[in-house]
């Protein structure tokens, strides 16, 4: 932390960047980073590989979001991103600039720095922001604590997910105590769905199929299907949850025909089963409960293969 803190206080002119598909946490804490050092009187910028999602147009800060034009900066900030691939466009701002901090909570980070600060046991890189600004100093406004609270609230699933701390939970209290909308933030992110997701979401319900005494479920969307709507690839997420948060359910199974005759598939499993074996079979892979595939074919024939490995595991 002193070396951090050393390091922004010689700096002037300040980047920052986050990784491609940038998310709750990766904006909440550009953003909350970018405004604390603006207060303390920086030239800060933060570029971005893509427009902020709709979703999170609310977060304060964005007046910061500037365009590379090769400009040099004497400190680049790095956070939420744990490899140089994962900066997309982006890697040579941090590459050129003249110091690097790396700010991140994933397992396994390879990235180079002059102030490296890994933390696991954060569950976002939003609590690490959070230390840092206190470290600093700086006071925490309302727009920023809009900013930490957003990443730590997407990053934990609003509290759900097993990375969930005390500490989450009493840096959260602090940043509501500045006034946070957080009904207003919860209801953007968890709550409001596109039209077209909602279209994708009824077509997924029609097609839900039980197997196995209902330990298994099965869901689709054609390709017609997904073109009929205009689908934004954030249109599928948790689409395999509708199947998997069943009673009774072990294992869902979500089959979208990304091109037409290929089918993306998702696997998720609640308790015991390994999914990710049963993808490796078609040379896909994941995690234990969470993983998924690529595979040709027609739409009955790709649904026997898979049930037939899942009908093993069982
Ligand atoms: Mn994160």
New binding site residues.
């Given amino acids: 932390m002193k070396n951090l803190i050393n390091i922004i206080q010689n700096s002037s002119k300040v980047a920052i960047v986050t990784h491609t598909s940038a998310d709750g946490?990766?904006l909440g804490s550009s953003f909350g980073i970018a405004l604390a050092l603006e207060g303390m009187g920086k030239k800060v910028s933060v570029f971005l590989e893509e427009p902020v999602p709709k979703m999170l147009n609310f977060l304060p800060g964005q007046h910061l979001v500037a365009e590379y034009k090769g400009e040099f900066h004497d400190l680049c900030i790095c956070v939420?991103t744990s490899d140089m691939k994962r900066l997309g466009e982006r890697a040579e701002i941090y590459s050129n600039a003249a110091r690097k901090i790396t700010i991140d909570?994933h397992t396994t980070n390879n990235m180079q720095a002059d102030g490296l600060w890994i933390d696991e046991s954060a569950a976002?890189?939003g609590e690490m922001i959070y230390k840092l600004i206190k470290a600093l100093n700086v006071d925490i406004s309302r727009d920023i604590a809009i900013n930490l609270y957003t990443a730590i609230v997407t990053?934990t699933g609003g509290f759900r997910y097993s990375n969930t701390t005390p500490e989450s939970h009493l840096i959260a209290a602090d940043l509501l105590s500045r006034n946070v909308p957080f009904t207003d933030i919860i209801k953007k992110v968890f709550d409001t769905v596109s039209y077209s997701k909602m279209v994708l979401m009824k077509k997924t319900l029609d097609n839900l199929t039980l197997h196995f005494d209902g330990k298994v479920a099965v869901s689709y969307l054609l390709y017609d299907d997904i073109k009929s709507v205009d689908a934004q690839t954030d249109d599928f997420e948790g689409l395999v949850n509708v199947g998997r948060n069943l009673e009774g359910v072990e294992v869902s199974l979500f089959l979208r025909e990304e091109q037409p005759g290929v089918f993306k598939g998702s696997l998720r499993a609640n308790e015991y089963v390994d999914v990710a074996q049963i993808a490796s079979v078609f040379s896909g892979g994941g995690h234990k409960r969470a993983a998924g595939f690529s595979m040709a074919g027609g739409l009955e024939e790709t649904m026997e293969k898979v049930l037939s490995e899942i009908g093993k595991v069982l």
């Fill in positions: 946490d990766a939420d909570h976002a890189t990053d």
